[in-house]
Each structure stands twice: as structure tokens, then as C-alpha cells.
């Protein structure tokens, strides 16, 4: 811990960024910061994102659903530089005032609507497309249990033990020890879950899987902060069968390149706009 704690003052201001890398994708206010248009594309859906773990869930949905043949989830992926401040925009904002990546479009259909929030997103695209959602309400409701599940434990994963573990200025055991303990704690809900079923909602796969893989399937494939032998994520079977299976799907591998800035140039796609740009 830092030789002299923290005193809180009785009025919390503002000063200056904070937090280490991807301090300054953070700010205490909403609202745009500069004005500039979004591009548009050719194809229905127009995907403003970046190929972080929220993002990939959409790119790995919609890769998905083209596999099956929906030609109505043709995209336009563009890419939004979250380090450089893209997702202040005026048009980003007024696709998602809360400035955060993944933002959709649907011009599909007149007014465009537009969805913001992965988790939405992607129940968004499985009930437009019906597909990776049960129709029966009990495999729906598990399917949906296990989306909201993840959108409310991730933040834990990522802004609790990603950031005080991979990212912070200083390394704090007391936070890290905290973050690490629910990180571990996750793992094996979803260890004891596909002890049961070869899926998180039962025998097919579906957008819960597809919401959960990117952060908790590569936490364990060690393609997350670096930290598989920290928790130990070997002891996690089942998680890594899952992971190693899921893995393997065609549409992932895709799904996973576009918005993709970083790692070996093979795998980069900053902008996707028709399938030839991922061959």
C-alpha cells in the first residue's frame, strides 16, 4: 500500500486523470465533447465498436449469424479509437449517451433504431434474427439469466481485477487480493454450471456463451491481462473445455479480428465492410 493513506476530502473534485492506462477514457460528466459525424455505411447494421471484450460479443454474434445464412446481419464495422477519445463524439453519443463501445445502428428498417449496451445488443440481434435464443420459455429464461449474469459480474473481472491487476500505477495488494477473490469466485460459478451441461444455457450454444466467452473463456486461455496462472485457471475444467470448444468456431475466430488494432497484423481488421475483409 502507498506509504500515506488516502484521506478522503469532504467534496470529491476533479483534477486531473487518473488510473493508469485508459485513465483518460474516463471523465465524471456525459455529453459530447467535440462535434463529428459517423461514418455510414453500405449494409443494414452499422457497428461502431472496438475489439475489446464487449465489442468481439457483437462482431462474434453477427459473424454467426452470416454463417447461418442471415444476409440481413451484413455490417459495417468502423472503428472507435476509445484512447483518443472517438466515443465523445457527437454522433457516437447519439447513438449511446453513456460514450462507451459497442454502439449499433439499425437502419434496416425506418426510423433507424439505434442500440446501445452489449448485453442489449445482443438480445437485440438473436430476437431480430431469431437465432441463439431459445424460443421455450424455460430455455429463454436460462439463456437470459446467464446474459445478465455476465453483464453484472464482468465489471468486477475487468474495471475491479483487470484494472488493479494489468493496469493501475501502483500494485495494491488489498485490492487486487479483493478483485482476485470474486474473479476466482466467478470461475467456479461457471465451473459448477458447465460441470452440468456442455453450455452455460443448456445443450446449445447461445448468446449467453457468446456474451461470456470473451471475458471469462479467454481469462482462462490466458489472452486477458496475462493472469491464467495467477488464478490458477487450470484448475477450471470445465471452463477450459468450454473455452478450447468455443474457441474453435469459424465465426469466432472472424468475429474476433474485427476493430482489431493490436497482437500480430494477421489478426487486425480495424474496419469490416463485407466479408472478403476477413479473408
Same mark, same amino acid.
Given at each position: 500500500?502507498?506509504?500515506?493513506?488516502?484521506?478522503?476530502?469532504?467534496?470529491?473534485?476533479?483534477?486531473?486523470?487518473?488510473?493508469?492506462?485508459?485513465?483518460?477514457?474516463?471523465?465524471?460528466?456525459?455529453?459530447? !465533447?467535440?462535434?463529428?459525424?459517423?461514418?455510414?455505411? #453500405?449494409?443494414?447494421?452499422?457497428?461502431?465498436?472496438?475489439? !475489446?471484450?464487449?465489442? $468481439? #460479443?457483437?462482431?462474434?454474434?453477427?459473424?454467426?449469424?452470416?454463417?447461418?445464412?442471415?444476409?440481413?446481419?451484413?455490417?459495417?464495422?468502423?472503428?472507435?479509437?476509445?484512447?483518443?477519445?472517438?466515443?465523445?463524439?457527437?454522433?457516437?453519443?447519439?447513438?449511446?449517451?453513456?460514450? #462507451?463501445?459497442?454502439?449499433?445502428?439499425?437502419?434496416?428498417?425506418?426510423?433507424?433504431?439505434? $442500440?446501445?449496451?452489449?448485453?442489449?445488443?445482443?438480445?437485440?440481434?438473436?430476437?431480430?434474427?431469431?437465432?441463439?435464443?431459445?424460443?421455450?420459455?424455460?430455455?429463454?429464461?436460462?439463456?437470459?439469466?446467464?446474459?445478465?449474469?455476465?453483464? %453484472?459480474?464482468?465489471?468486477?473481472?475487468?474495471?475491479?481485477?483487470?484494472?488493479?491487476?494489468? &493496469?493501475?500505477?501502483?500494485?495494491? /495488494?488489498?485490492?487486487?487480493?479483493?478483485? !482476485?477473490?470474486?474473479? #476466482?469466485? /466467478?470461475?467456479?460459478?461457471?465451473?459448477?454450471?458447465?460441470?452440468?451441461?456442455?453450455?452455460?444455457? %443448456?445443450?446449445?450454444?447461445?448468446?449467453?456463451?457468446?456474451?461470456?466467452?470473451?471475458?471469462?473463456?479467454?481469462?482462462?486461455?490466458?489472452? $486477458? &491481462?496475462?493472469?491464467?496462472?495467477?488464478?490458477?485457471?487450470?484448475?477450471?475444467?470445465?471452463?477450459?473445455?468450454?473455452?478450447?470448444?468455443?474457441?474453435?468456431?469459424?465465426?469466432?475466430?472472424?468475429? /474476433?479480428?474485427?476493430?482489431?488494432?493490436?497482437?500480430?497484423?494477421?489478426?487486425?481488421?480495424?474496419?469490416?465492410?463485407?466479408?472478403?475483409?476477413?479473408?
Amino acid at each position: 500500500m502507498s506509504k500515506a493513506p488516502y484521506v478522503p476530502p469532504k467534496v470529491w473534485k476533479h483534477s486531473a486523470p487518473s488510473g493508469g492506462q485508459f485513465a483518460n477514457i474516463n471523465r465524471p460528466i456525459a455529453g459530447p !465533447t467535440h462535434d463529428k459525424t459517423l461514418p455510414v455505411g #453500405k449494409h443494414p447494421l452499422q457497428l461502431y465498436s472496438l475489439a !475489446t471484450p464487449n465489442g $468481439v #460479443k457483437v462482431t462474434i454474434l453477427l459473424e454467426e449469424l452470416l454463417a447461418l445464412g442471415h444476409t440481413g446481419a451484413e455490417y459495417d464495422a468502423w472503428l472507435i479509437r476509445i484512447g483518443e477519445g472517438d466515443q465523445f463524439s457527437s454522433g457516437f453519443v447519439e447513438i449511446n449517451p453513456n460514450s #462507451k463501445i459497442p454502439a449499433l445502428l439499425d437502419r434496416s428498417v425506418e426510423p433507424a433504431i439505434r $442500440v446501445f449496451e452489449s448485453g442489449s445488443i445482443l438480445l437485440y440481434l438473436a430476437e431480430k434474427f431469431g437465432a441463439f435464443l431459445p424460443t421455450d420459455l424455460a430455455g429463454r429464461t436460462e439463456t437470459l439469466n446467464w446474459l445478465f449474469w455476465q453483464m %453484472g459480474s464482468a465489471p468486477y473481472l475487468g474495471g475491479g481485477f483487470g484494472h488493479f491487476y494489468a &493496469y493501475a500505477p501502483e500494485k495494491l /495488494q488489498y485490492p487486487i487480493d479483493r478483485f !482476485t477473490m470474486e474473479a #476466482k469466485r /466467478q470461475l467456479d460459478v461457471l465451473d459448477r454450471r458447465l460441470a452440468e451441461s456442455p453450455y452455460l444455457a %443448456g445443450d446449445h450454444y447461445t448468446i449467453a456463451d457468446i456474451a461470456v466467452w470473451p471475458w471469462y473463456g479467454q481469462l482462462v486461455r490466458n489472452n $486477458v &491481462y496475462g493472469a491464467a496462472e495467477f488464478l490458477s485457471a487450470h484448475e477450471y475444467t470445465h471452463v477450459q473445455r468450454w473455452a478450447e470448444d468455443i474457441a474453435k468456431r469459424p465465426a469466432v475466430i472472424r468475429g /474476433q479480428r474485427v476493430n482489431r488494432t493490436w497482437g500480430d497484423e494477421a489478426s487486425q481488421v480495424p474496419e469490416r465492410h463485407e466479408a472478403a475483409d476477413l479473408d
